[in-house]
């Protein structure tokens, strides 16, 4: 298994958590599952915090985390790849 599909598989992986996170935040969790969510947040809330503040809310809607996943998914992780496959890794 080379470097750059463990890379692409983590931050596959990362964007599932951000999923989770925001399907989480929907609802009010308790017990265990806040606990989860709390740690979820402070996993994910600093990468979508950079699309907060660049993404304006349309009618109390945030759309930052799409944006996040949208370019996690179509730009970080094909750039990645590709950057350490010519690198040979």
Known sequence: MS???IVSQIISFYGILIFVYVIMSWFR???VFYDLYRVLGSLCEPYIGLFRRIVPTGGGLDFS???ALLVLQLL???LLVRI??????
């Not at 350490?84 to 890794?89: A, H, I, N, Q, V």
């Open 76 to 78: 970080v992780q094909p």
């Open 3 to 5: 470097l750059a599909s």
């Open 29 to 31: 969790p308790r017990g």
């Open 65 to 67: 985390p799409m944006v």
């Open 84 to 89: 350490l496959l010519s690198l040979g890794l």
